[in-house]
């Protein structure tokens, strides 16, 4: 099973939020956060912000949160007694426009009149595309919360964690050489030839349609690990995508690249 992680890094559509370094410590900055409110913001979009308010409802368990409106979220974003939980927008340097939606965590506190990319950043998780979502990323939300609170306290034990980003959940690949890997066949490159594909399922690699991937999310199937990633829908120079693999049971990470 070894070759076949290996292998499929090659091949599935790459990406990675990667943590913004801090002057300070980030452990020490945040060694607060299960203490303080974290404000849950809704962005307006009704679609998008029941389904949000039901799995943080069902599955926050790190620290209090309260729900709040993006005008309060202004009214109180230089207040260091609160964090804040949001989905944002990521433009990278080369980009016209937004490309992806983050799932974005940042600590309250000075600075953040200039902009959330001057606040301290927790961990930004991409989740769907800016533009036009699949809807996808709905199926995946509770994995998403999940990795985020998983992350968050891993960064208060360990700075490693803390400026590695995401990224420093790929150390959990080598303990998956037991793990069923599922790939939906529209997270892979379109350039994957045919030779690669049969090597895949040589290697015992699962490829499945987008909903029958999606089915083993939804129903906590043991000891597997499905395909996610998070692309823009009209890519261009300078875009980026991100791939990642979820247990889809214990939703934990085990890899997450940024291409």
Known sequence: MRKAIIFIISIILPIAASAQAQINTKKVKISDFTQKITKVVLN??????????????????????????????????????????????????????????????????????????????????????????????????????????????ASMENDYNGYGGLASNNINLGKADDLEIIISEDDLSEDVTQEQLDKMKDNGIILTDEDDADQYMTDGVPGTLVSYVAIPSEPVAGSFCYKMLIDTQTHKLYYFKRH
């Open 44 to 153: 307006g979009n009704d679609f998008f912000d029941i389904t949000f308010q039901e799995e943080i409802t069902a599955g926050w368990r790190i620290s209090p949160y309260e729900f709040c409106t993006l005008e309060e979220f202004e009214q109180l974003k230089d207040n260091e007694n609160y964090y804040f939980l949001m989905a944002t927008y990521g433009q990278f340097r080369k980009e016209t426009a937004p490309g992806l939606q983050f799932l974005t965590l940042v600590k309250g506190g000075k600075g953040a009149d200039k902009g959330i990319g001057h606040m301290l950043e927790i961990v930004s998780l991409p989740f769907a595309s800016a533009e036009y979502p699949s809807g996808r990323e709905l199926v995946f939300l509770p994995a998403f919360l999940n990795i985020i609170q998983n992350h968050t306290l």
